[in-house]
């Protein structure tokens, strides 16, 4: 099972250029999440999207934007990069028959983002 | 904002040897999970504790919660170079918004 499946590994974009993180999950979850991880700073949750058709703002959406295409993707964009957007962002995805906090998720392997 | 705090940051270890990491949160919970990150690599889940829980095993691993303490810790028994990770604990707030909220994290080393 290729699980979470998140791209492109590796980016470096200039300030203000734009460009979509690729997410698809083969395991048939309800939800998935976009989180960004800063040295220091743990997982911060971006956006999630408890079923395919509806998407809710996490702790810090400032800057970005998603779309879930169908039960399977979930991308993120990045409209106009800025130097703080630089960071490794993860996918994840949960069944969720409940509460979030009742489900484990699954992550993908991550995106090395950078921002000049 | 963070709901779980891991104590310590960073712990060195030798191989063999157990190693004990603490998770504190500030509100309350239904149930706290652990997770671990290989260099470079996503998370990856070990274990959940229900709040009604107080202690729970899977192999290697031993998680307690403390409720009344708002605590929980991970003990790993006889530690492998493999274990060499970071340990992140995760919580959701009962009654709050349906998210889950990481910690800072352990990164821990086990030196052979």
């Known amino acids: 099972n290729a699980g979470v499946t998140q791209t492109p590994k590796f980016q470096v974009l200039k300030t203000g250029q734009s460009m979509t993180l690729q997410c698809a999950q083969d395991?048939?979850?309800?939800?998935m999440y976009w989180y960004r991880q800063d040295p220091g700073m743990g997982l911060r949750l971006i956006y999630y999207?408890?079923?395919?058709?509806?998407?809710d703002k996490g702790e810090v959406p400032n800057g970005y934007n998603v779309s879930r295409l169908n039960k399977r993707e979930f991308s993120l964009r990045l409209e106009s990069a800025a130097p703080s957007q630089t960071s490794v962002y993860f996918c994840?995805?949960?069944?969720?028959?409940?509460?979030?906090?009742?489900?484990?998720?699954?992550f993908g392997s991550g995106t090395q983002l950078s921002v000049l | 904002s963070q709901q779980g705090e891991e104590d310590p940051q960073a712990l060195s270890i030798q191989e063999g040897e157990n190693a004990t990491m603490n998770c504190s949160y500030k509100t309350s919970i239904n149930n706290l999970q652990w997770y671990r990150q290989n260099s470079g690599r996503g998370l990856v889940h070990l274990i959940l504790?229900?709040?009604?829980?107080r202690e729970k095993h899977s192999g290697r691993l031993r998680v307690t919660l403390d409720t009344s303490k708002k605590s929980s810790s991970l003990l790993i028994t006889a530690s492998r170079a493999a274990d060499t990770a970071s340990y992140f604990c995760a919580t959701g707030r009962r009654g709050g918004s349906e998210k889950l909220v990481f910690g800072k994290g352990t990164k821990l080393t086990v030196n052979p």
């Open positions: 504790i229900r709040s009604n829980e």
């Open positions: 395991m048939n979850h309800n939800s």
């Open positions: 994840a995805s949960s069944e969720i028959r409940g509460r979030i906090d009742n489900e484990k998720l699954f």
């Open positions: 999207s408890a079923s395919e058709g509806t998407t």
